[in-house]
């Protein structure tokens, strides 16, 4: 199974929005709504941002979003802040032989 | 709150088998709502899914490492561990430990701190 396909970097100055896409195939992203978001600052373990395409968990901003269209996922943050520089992967469900797969993260930077 | 943390040694010699176990504390790893899993990152690079096991023992590897990976549960310890075998130099990563929700719902909600194990003679 092959990772997903994210743009290895993105950038956007304070207040502005950013969009992260993460590309599988109909077999992964197309065909389960069960794509999940982590953020990663240096040093840090994954975090939690998004579940099920759109879902956010309790405590994480509202400034995170998600949505999925086709073979796509796309990960949305408005309102960028400092804190939100770090690297970004998206994770899909890919059918029971091999449940898990990751993309191949976004490092994003605040200008 | 359930938290998750990493054990092991930090140098395994080339040829060698990593072993590594997560301890689960603040709750338990019996419940059915959850798999648990292996995740690893190599220095610089992304995120690696190498397998996840029920607590009743059902397991779901990686293919890519399928021959060489064994992961085991001790619901007794509330303990999972990840043996590697024939470890090379490509084995070094930090090694994650993570809650993976089960059934309809499938992502990560909980991970460990993770520990760097560095594959070296």
């Known amino acids: 199974q092959s990772a997903l396909t994210q743009p290895a970097s993105v950038s956007g100055s304070p207040g502005q929005s950013i969009t992260i896409s993460c590309t599988g195939t109909?077999?992964?992203?197309?065909?389960?709504?069960?794509v999940s978001w982590y953020q990663q600052h240096p040093g840090k373990a994954p975090k939690l941002m998004i579940y099920?395409?759109?879902k956010r968990p309790s405590g994480v901003s509202n400034r995170f979003s998600g949505s999925k269209s086709g073979n796509t996922a796309s990960l949305t943050i408005s309102g960028l802040q400092a804190e939100d520089e770090a690297d970004y992967y998206c994770?899909?469900?890919?059918?029971?032989?091999?449940?898990?797969?990751f993309g191949g993260g976004t490092k994003l930077t605040v200008l | 709150q359930v938290q998750l943390q990493e054990s092991g040694p930090g140098l395994v010699k080339p040829s060698q088998t990593l072993s590594l176990t997560c301890t689960v504390s603040?709750?338990?790893?019996?419940?059915?709502?959850?798999?648990w899993s292996w995740i690893r990152q190599p220095p610089g690079k992304g995120l690696e899914w190498i397998g996840y096991i029920y607590y009743s023992g059902s397991t779901y590897y990686n293919p890519s490492l399928k021959s060489r990976v064994t992961i085991s549960v001790d619901t007794s310890k509330n303990q999972f561990s990840l043996k590697l075998s024939s470890v090379t130099a490509a084995d070094t990563a930090v090694y994650y430990c993570?809650?993976?929700?089960?059934?309809?719902?499938?992502?990560?909600?909980?991970w460990g701190r993770g520990t760097l194990v560095t594959v070296s003679s």
């Open positions: 993570a809650r993976e929700r089960s059934e309809a719902s499938r992502y990560f909600d909980l």
């Open positions: 099920e395409v759109s």
């Open positions: 603040g709750g338990s790893i019996s419940s059915g709502d959850y798999y």
């Open positions: 109909s077999s992964d992203v197309g065909s389960y709504n069960l």
């Open positions: 994770c899909s469900y890919a059918g029971s032989s091999t449940p898990v797969v």
